[in-house]
Antibody
Framework: QLQLLESGPGLVKPSETLSLTCTVSGGSISSANYFWGWIRQPPGKGLEWIGTIYFTGTTYYNSSLKSRVTISVDTSKNQFSLNLKSVTAADSAVYFC????????????WGQGTLVSVSS | DIQMTQYPSSLSASAGDRLTITCRASQTIGTYLNWYQQKPGKAPKLLIYAASYLQSGVPSRFNGSGSGTDFTLTISSLQPEDFATYYCQESYSSPEFNFGPGTTVDI
């Protein structure tokens, strides 16, 4: 059974960089059939797609976050990572990693999510 | 940029009710529409993809329909475990895409 697990600091200071890692187990991140994505959800609000990466390193980002986001992949560790720089309180959210598949770009497996708060 | 709206934003229902949630896109998206269910404190769960295809393991009381700009998610007989928030997601504007604002179903 595929599992995804987010890890990283739960508290980040304003203007600093938020860094999270998603570790994939029970399957290979290098599978040709899948992409890997980050989605976030501010407390009490809806879902926002952040970006997606393929195992080759090809990335797609939400245009509203593109200037601050970097997603990378480490196939040797079966992990992919999110860096979001210059954070503000508006970036406080639960961050989910997920597997994306198919031409209809569905997210069929999700991590449990990790809450990141931006505060001094 | 494609805007997604959902209505109602919230509703109250009872077990056994037939429920319909609507998702509307600001422009035509074919059948590039997926539905998710999210319970408090949990990750979203894929229910329906490509507007009408039931994800493996999802009960058959869930049904998706629509194309173009208007889509519906129907639950034929609401079960206690179905009380949750439902999100639609368009993927027509790939590589970017958008989620709807969600519809909360409670008792």
């Amino acid at each position: 059974q595929l599992q995804l697990l987010e890890s990283g600091p739960g508290l980040v200071k304003p203007s600093e960089t938020l860094s999270l890692t998603c570790t994939v187990s029970g399957g290979s991140i290098s599978s040709a059939n899948y992409f890997w994505g980050w989605i976030r959800q501010p407390p009490g609000k809806g879902l926002e797609w952040i970006g997606t990466i393929y195992f080759t390193g090809t990335t797609y980002y939400n245009s509203s976050l593109k200037s601050r986001v970097t997603i990378s992949v480490d196939t040797s560790k079966n992990q992919f990572s999110l860096n979001l720089k210059s954070v503000t309180a508006a970036d406080s959210a639960v961050y989910f990693c997920a597997r994306e598949w198919g031409s209809f770009r569905t997210f069929d497996y999700w991590g449990q999510g990790t809450l990141v708060s931006v505060s001094s | 940029d494609i805007q997604m709206t959902q209505y109602p934003s919230s509703l109250s229902a009872s077990a056994g009710d037939r429920l319909t949630i609507t998702c509307r896109a600001s422009q035509t998206i074919g059948t590039y529409l997926n539905w998710y269910q999210q319970k408090p404190g949990k990750a979203p769960k894929l229910l329906i993809y490509a507007a009408s295809y039931l994800q493996s393991g999802v009960p058959s009381r869930f049904n998706g329909s629509g194309s173009g700009t208007d889509f519906t998610l129907t639950i034929s007989s609401l079960q206690p475990e179905d009380f949750a928030t439902y999100y639609c997601q368009e993927s027509y504007s790939s590589p970017e895409f958008n989620f709807g604002p969600g519809t909360t179903v409670d008792i």
